[in-house]
């Protein structure tokens, strides 16, 4: 049973350009959730999908920053004109309910702005 | 007051040694709670759930105080493999249906040989 599986592993950007990082859950999954992890910091929330729905977007940043989870494919990050300060680890993780539920993590995407 | 504390450590632990580790949330309406376990900034992998009762996972044990709010993890007979960063999470399940985890910045345990 495949875990959550994201892509790119790492990613360059240049500054304003867009990146866009896919997260697919694990089989059976449809709670997707994405967070940050900024260099020496901890890994904050940022938006929870569910299938063709955003159910709580309160850790996105309010400009630049979307998120989709289409009813075919995978969910998207997608972080429009780049700046230095978007460099971090995304990681996605996913549930196979809400509530009390752990999540599991995908391995992440290393985004690096230049 | 930071939503959920831990001592960053590092906590340096001879092999065999018990060590434990506290952790701090700030909201009493949390609802689950969780610690996982983050390598060299790879992707979190969950340790275990906390449970209100206590629980147990072989060297590894997880107690819950929700009038103190705060929750533990024991390690016992502490391996070198168990070095790590250790993550105490929380469900702080804010009003609506919030799911996203909140997370500690991770104590991070060096067991040396």
């Known amino acids: 049973n495949a875990g959550v599986m994201q892509n790119p592993r790492h990613l360059v950007r240049r500054r304003g350009q867009e990146a866009r990082l896919r997260c697919s859950p694990m089989k059976g999954h449809s709670h997707v959730y994405w967070y940050r992890q900024l260099p020496e910091e901890g890994l904050k929330f940022m938006v929870y999908?569910?299938?063709?729905?955003?159910?709580?977007e309160s850790g996105m940043p309010k400009e630049r920053f979307s998120a989709e989870f289409p009813k075919e494919g995978p969910s998207i990050l997608r972080i429009q004109q780049v700046v230095r300060g978007d460099s971090a680890a995304y990681f996605c993780?996913?549930?196979?309910?809400?509530?009390?539920?752990?999540?599991?993590f995908g391995d992440g995407t290393r985004l690096s702005i230049l | 007051r930071k939503e959920v504390e831990q001592d960053p450590g590092p906590f340096n632990v001879p092999e065999g040694a018990t060590v434990a580790f506290n952790c701090t949330y700030s909201?009493?309406?949390?609802?689950?709670f969780f610690w996982y376990r983050q390598d060299c900034r790879k992707e979190p992998k969950l340790l275990m759930s906390v449970y209100s009762s206590g629980n147990e996972d072989g060297r590894f044990t997880a107690q819950l105080n929700r009038a103190s709010q705060y929750i533990s993890l024991l390690i016992r007979d502490s391996k070198l493999s168990d070095s790590a960063t250790y993550l105490c999470v929380v469900n702080m399940k804010s009003g609506g249906g919030a799911d996203g985890l909140t997370f500690g910045k991770g104590t991070h345990l060096i067991i040396q040989p």
């Open positions: 999908l569910q299938k063709e729905n955003i159910i709580d």
């Open positions: 909201n009493s309406a949390s609802q689950s």
């Open positions: 993780a996913s549930s196979p309910f809400s509530g009390n539920q752990p999540q599991h």
